[in-house]
């Protein structure tokens, strides 16, 4: 290991045919030694000019832009490695070589060669197909890796559905759609984004665009959302990664089975209501949103989705302002949104013994409102539920405020499903998101044959509907859950499946534990 680290140490400097040897010279009792290295560092090389082979749609330039050598400095191995890294941020090579022009023969002035293989510049995929719920669909996906030889990547997608009324089974959905005019009646997604890796800012700086419009078309409702999302990517270290974006959102909701959202959601209970709650989660009708976005990312582990030592530090902080347009604009006045949304998260990994694994997961989220009439836009509440407190299901977690006035109607004489106004049931806030989120949790990782690992873990967290809530109250109470479960290695990613049990269950409204699937590890 010393030997390897006084080699490491010259060829760092650029002596490319450094060799080192030892000696050991034992003690009379053989309990003590002497250690001799003899280093032959031979002569420094220089770069004398850069080769690059094999780039046959790539512009070389767009190559020569992300080299760190550079022509009458030494050939160092951390120069060597950026080179090699930056190349293959490009993302349109499937490898890349860095390497001495004839490099058994030793010389102080050498031509650096750089060898690259182009991937297939071009994918495309259709997909037709039919069902009941979507009617007749067609699907076309296009990408291209490198345009203009200059290593902008390119994805576009589209998708387009429709149900005619004859195959409408349903009478409600058939009564509910019938009077929309053909294009609400089209379901549709359309997808395209763009990534430079070079905007004259040197090969640490990417820029990326995105675009998104959808229309959901669902039994009772439809959802329009149209998007755009540019964003400036930052590495000045190939473990940290800085991100600055800029969000323009529109969104429509319009409520077919009733006449309005809250309307429709007092006509559902139980299960029903919840999984409808669970996807409306914007405000009724049509409303505009512009957010800012700053994501820190520090990232030391060994495997992004299966780590076994490391640590990952993340920070974000997003600037959101949403806008209700329209007629709904005078029937939703003072909802506007002005917040500012915080997460943190801190993970760590250790190798533990017989190939086991102790994982580690601290989640920090707080909402700031900006204004004294302000409120969350939906979709940026923090959810609990599903991979994060693996006792609940997906977004099932009631926040503590509202748990608290649910025991407090209890007391007070109110059913669950009680619908009188003076009562807090389910149905008065089924959209079960909070502005203040604490959660941790600890797993281990035990292999049992070959890619099959099993788990325990335990998750302790809580979620509040109103960030004050739990300091003017003074009370900070945690839930609980515990649970095993099975890890499968892919080729692509770990496949997750896990029980737990919630210890800290309310018996009127949670269940005794959840399954959970997941593709990839935190």
């Known amino acids: 290991e010393a030997r390897r680290r006084i080699v490491d140490l010259y060829l760092r400097k650029g002596y490319a045919y450094a060799e080192a040897s030892f000696a050991l010279d034992l003690s009379q009792d053989r309990s003590r030694a002497h250690v001799r290295y003899r280093v032959n560092e031979q002569e ?14 790539t512009v070389t330039r767009t190559i020569e832009n992300r080299v760190a050598l550079e022509v009458g400095k030494p050939y160092g191995s951390d120069e060597v490695r ?17 390497s001495l022009e004839d490099p058994n023969v030793p010389q102080k002035n050498k031509n650096v060669v750089i060898t690259v293989v182009e991937r297939p510049r071009h994918s495309l995929e259709f997909a037709p197909g039919a069902s009941t719920g979507e009617g007749a669909r067609f699907a076309v996906e296009y990408g291209h890796k490198n345009l203009f030889g200059r290593a902008i990547g390119m994805t576009a997608l589209v998708q387009l559905s429709y149900l005619p009324t004859a195959f409408i089974l ?5 009564e509910n759609y019938e009077n929309l005019p053909l294009e609400a009646r089209i379901g549709s997604r359309a997808t395209v984004g763009f990534q430079f890796p070079e905007i004259g800012l040197g090969p640490l700086v990417a820029f990326g665009i995105d675009g998104v419009g959808t229309h959901d078309l669902r039994r009772d409702y439809y959802i329009t959302k149209i998007a755009g999302t540019p964003s400036i990517t930052i590495r000045p270290h190939r473990e940290v990664t800085l991100t600055f974006g800029q969000s323009f959102e529109f969104n429509n909701l319009r409520v077919l089975a009733a006449s309005n959202l809250q ?10 209501l919840f999984a409808q709650a669970r996807i409306l989660n914007l405000p009724n009708g049509e409303t505009f949103v ?60 250790v190798k533990l013994p017989f190939k086991a ?41 009631i926040p503590q405020d509202d748990l608290d006035k649910l025991e407090a109607s209890a007391n007070a004489g109110c059913a669950p499903d009680d619908g009188r106004k003076e009562c807090f049931t389910l149905v008065t806030a089924p959209v079960r998101g909070g502005d203040l989120s604490v959660v941790q949790r600890f797993e281990v990782r035990v292999p049992i044959s070959g890619p099959v690992e099993t788990v325990l873990f335990g998750d302790f967290g809580n979620l509040w509907r109103e960030i004050g809530y739990p300091f003017r109250k003074g009370e900070f109470p945690i839930r609980v859950d515990v649970g095993t479960g099975l890890r499968v290695k892919t080729p692509i990613a770990p496949i997750a499946l896990d029980f737990g049990l919630n210890l800290t269950r309310r018996r009127l409204y949670e269940d005794f534990g959840a399954f959970s699937f997941s593709l990839g590890l935190y």
């Open 357 to 397: 694994r102790f994982a580690s997961s601290s989640n920090l989220g707080t909402t700031v409102q900006l204004t004294a009439t302000s409120s969350t836009y939906p979709d940026r509440l923090f959810f609990l539920g599903g991979q994060d407190m693996r006792g609940w299901y997906v977004q099932s977690f």
């Open 290 to 349: 512009a957010a800012q976005r700053f994501v820190f990312a520090w990232d030391r582990r060994d495997n992004a989705l299966d780590a076994s030592k490391g640590i990952l530090l993340s920070s974000s902080l997003e600037h959101v302002d949403a806008f209700p347009l329209g007629a709904d604009a005078a029937t939703q006045a003072g909802q506007e949104s002005h917040f500012i949304k915080f997460f943190n998260r801190f993970n760590f990994y």
């Open 44 to 57: 420094q090389v220089i770069v004398s000019g850069i080769k690059i082979r094999g780039n046959v749609h």
């Open 170 to 174: 349903d009478s409600t959905a058939r």
């Open 82 to 98: 950026k080179t090699q890294e930056r190349i293959a941020t490009l993302n349109v090579f499937s490898s890349v070589v860095v």
């Open 263 to 272: 309307d429709f959601l007092s006509t559902l209970k139980g299960d029903q």
